[in-house]
């Protein structure tokens, strides 16, 4: 998820960065139903192609503009698909840690530390590192430190948010951070964009809304049918009391 997170703001600019990652939900959709057995309503699903008309729509400008990486739309398509992986598998690996946050949190650093050396050992960046010139820096390790502690605090609220709420919670709370950070980037970069380019924009976040509106209500009817069946079951329950008490 960091490598073609990364590698997709490589080649893309920021303020494509949220069209290009804009099928995290449609893969959520097909992660939680591969893995959690969760099935998503028709209305939910006609979101999600909304969005993926949204992000080639997206495509097709952006190539108009003439800024279009191709690898930059690649790197983002399988960094849309580890970001929903990685929800998927908080969610299911918290009652494996007793649901601490902070064990979570350790074992994910873990991995990475173990699982970042042999990418770096195709990528020929070990044989690097000895010639590398920030190495005794002691400025680039005071911008590492607090990137890094950032980075830290935002994968235990990921978890967090991913431990209260729900995988979708966590995926649309990030669309709604990329619009705001796209429109930041437009205005930082002094960007002049065509209309069509910002109606793209606004389909894959009219289609997001309007998924995790849909979401809700079927969270909600749920919700509340386990609520009436406990109820009507507690009742039973009750009567069936009620029935072997003695008449006096």
């Known amino acids: 998820m960091i490598t073609t997170n990364n590698l997709c703001l490589k080649y893309i600019g920021i303020s494509f960065y949220y069209v290009g990652r804009s099928l995290t939900t449609v893969?959520?959709?097909?992660?939680?139903?591969?893995?959690?057995?969760?099935k998503t309503s028709k209305p939910a699903l006609m979101c999600c192609l909304l969005i993926i008309f949204g992000f080639l729509f997206g495509v097709d400008q952006e190539d108009a503009?003439?800024?279009?990486?191709?690898?930059?739309?690649?790197?983002?398509?399988?960094?849309?698909?580890?970001?929903?992986?990685?929800?998927?598998?908080?969610?299911?690996?918290?009652?494996?840690?007793?649901?601490?946050?902070?064990?979570?949190?350790?074992?994910?650093n873990l991995n990475a530390l173990v699982l970042f050396l042999p990418i770096m050992l195709i990528n020929g960046e070990l044989v690097k590192l000895p010639d590398f010139e920030?190495?005794?820096?002691?400025?680039?390790?005071?911008?590492?430190?607090?990137?890094?502690?950032?980075?830290?605090?935002?994968?235990?609220?990921?978890?967090?948010?991913v431990q209260v709420t729900s995988p979708l919670t966590h995926i649309i709370s990030g669309t709604g951070k990329n619009a705001v950070q796209t429109i930041i980037a437009v205005i930082i970069w002094n960007e002049e964009k065509p209309v069509l380019w910002w109606v793209c924009n606004g389909i894959?976040?009219?289609?997001?809304?309007?998924?995790a509106f849909f979401q809700q209500q079927q969270m909600k009817?749920?919700?509340?049918?386990?609520?009436?069946?406990?109820?009507?079951?507690?009742?039973?329950?009750?009567?069936?009391?009620?029935?072997r008490l003695p008449n006096f």
Do not use: P, R
Request: some cysteine; aromatic content about 16%.
């Open 134 to 161: 920030y190495i005794t820096s002691v400025y680039f390790w005071s911008i590492m430190s607090i990137a890094g502690f950032f980075g830290c605090i935002m994968s235990q609220v990921t978890a967090w948010q």
């Open 27 to 38: 893969f959520n959709v097909i992660c939680c139903y591969i893995i959690l057995g969760q």
């Open 65 to 108: 503009s003439g800024s279009l990486s191709m690898k930059g739309v690649l790197y983002g398509i399988l960094a849309s698909m580890f970001v929903a992986l990685s929800a998927t598998y908080i969610k299911l690996t918290l009652k494996l840690v007793d649901n601490s946050i902070l064990w979570l949190t350790y074992f994910k």
């Open 221 to 243: 009817s749920e919700y509340e049918n386990k609520t009436n069946y406990k109820h009507i079951q507690n009742e039973s329950e009750i009567n069936h009391s009620n029935k």
């Open 204 to 211: 894959v976040l009219l289609g997001m809304t309007a998924y």
